[in-house]
């Protein structure tokens, strides 16, 4: 393809008047791919709670340096750098667009909305940056899938934030089932998580100070447009037009690690499971049983019990089956097993992984010099390293966008079965075609009609 250069001027000016925002590769701006010794340039997008962390943790990791931070609200943009980055001097933006055009980037880190990530990650890709993509990483099965082939055809280097593939314990456990220490595995626990609720319309409330004329439609990205409610800003990721139940014990919350480390510990990063059974109506309840008890040493994870408490919406057991047979039993509460991972069952004994801290029976699984042990370092910071790292060498991220993908669409799986409601019912799955074979309801609920002017790149 033939290109012309043209300054950045004419490019904000027709980007500016498009009716689809106009892109333009790094390259033809004359930034290249940094070298191995050379500092990552990044821009930080979507500035709220998980935001802070992320850029708290770049600041430790001197191969990173955000070069600018971006939120359509604009008062976030002074939070963080009050709050995290007052000697940072980040150029703040209100429009990524821009931000890419003006700033020398490698790299997006896109921590927005669920709803918002696909739109802006697949749009950055376009434009030649590199992308760490927040989890879930998709609002919908297809969509995921948009992006998996949008990262592909530009060659871009992908970081989905399931952390966990980054932690060696985490890593050094998935392995041991995977090469039989517990012999082939007969079925894998995991927690019955708590999905979305739909929007009930609520009259609207003031729009808070402080954000641009057009902030609000911005937000609402690809979703229907609604009238301002602090509930839709601020707790976004309870409701199914914007999340798949992103809260604490929620199915793209803590299910999208949960069923992450199924995926790794099984061995199936790209592929999925070939049937899906609802083995009860849906009903709100709260997510465990809290009863006064002391939890065992085998109980990986106590820590979080704690926090699932009071979490209360819709649940529904499920079980899936893998084409070898294996089955996903997914039945836990949240006062009751690794909330953050799983339980793998097998022919020889069974280990249990959760964030960091591994369990198994008979214990000596765990005996192997080899263990690496707890770590030392914060949680993200060897994930981001790995993406920094594999920018600057082309390596395939230990959280590539098609396994955050095949994680993904467990979660979203589990929430169509129940919305379809077929209980007892097996919904045969292809995971090739990533369609229901069997299911017209689930089939159209794989994709959503998005806004005009919110479309993803052809």
């Known amino acids: 393809m033939r290109t012309h250069r043209v300054t950045r001027r004419e490019l904000l000016k027709t980007a500016a008047v498009a009716a689809v925002p106009l892109f333009v590769p790094a390259s033809v701006l004359g930034r290249q791919g940094p070298g191995p010794n050379e500092t990552v340039q990044v821009g930080l997008i979507g500035l709220g709670g998980r935001s802070r962390d992320i850029a708290r943790e770049c600041l430790g990791i001197p191969q990173v340096r955000i070069a600018a931070v971006c939120d359509c609200f604009a008062p976030r943009i002074d939070d963080i750098r009050r709050e995290v980055g007052k000697d940072q001097n980040w150029k703040g933006y209100t429009d990524f667009r821009e931000m890419i055009q003006q700033e020398k980037l490698d790299g997006v880190m896109v921590e927005t909305t669920t709803h918002a990530r ?240 591994i369990a198994a029976n008979p214990k000596e699984l765990l005996a192997s010099p080899d263990n690496p042990g707890p770590m030392n370092v914060p949680e993200n910071r060897p994930h981001i390293l790995n993406w920094i790292e594999c920018i600057k060498n082309g390596g395939r991220c230990t959280a590539d966008i098609e396994y955050g993908q095949r994680s993904s669409t467990l979660c979203y799986l589990v929430n169509i079965a129940r919305e379809v409601g077929r209980v007892g019912e097996p919904l045969h799955w292809n995971p090739e075609a990533e369609r229901f074979t069997n299911c017209d309801e689930g089939n159209q609920l794989l994709d959503r009609p998005r806004r005009k002017g919110y479309e993803l790149p052809a």
């Open 118 to 357: 696909a739109w802006i990650a697949c749009h950055a890709m376009a434009a030649g940056l590199h992308a760490y993509i927040e989890k879930p990483m998709c609002l919908t099965i297809a969509e995921g899938r948009a992006m998996v082939n949008c990262a592909r055809k530009y060659g871009r280097v992908t970081q989905v934030g399931t952390q966990q593939r980054s932690i060696p314990l985490n890593n050094w456990a998935s392995d041991l089932v995977k090469n039989g220490a517990i012999g082939k595995v007969k079925f894998v626990s995991a927690p019955n998580f708590v999905g979305p609720v739909h929007w009930e319309p609520k009259p609207a409330q003031p729009m808070p100070e402080g954000g641009g004329k057009d902030w609000w439609e911005v937000w609402t990205n690809q979703a229907e447009l609604r009238p301002y409610h602090a509930d839709l800003q601020y707790g976004w990721n309870a409701w199914w037009d914007y999340d798949g139940g992103g809260r604490c014990f929620g199915v793209t919350g803590w299910g999208a690690h949960s069923y992450d480390q199924i995926q790794r510990g099984l061995g199936t990063d790209e592929t999925g499971p070939v049937e899906i059974v609802l083995e009860e109506a849906p009903s709100n309840q709260d997510c465990g049983k809290f009863d006064p008890r002391k939890p065992t040493d085998d109980e990986t994870g106590a820590q979080y019990y704690g926090m699932a408490k009071n979490v209360v919406g819709p649940r529904a057991k499920v079980r899936m089956k893998y084409a070898d047979g294996v089955e996903l039993r997914l039945h836990l509460d949240g006062d009751r097993g690794p909330g953050l991972g799983c339980i793998f069952v097998g022919e020889k004994g069974k280990i249990e992984i959760n964030r960091d801290k």
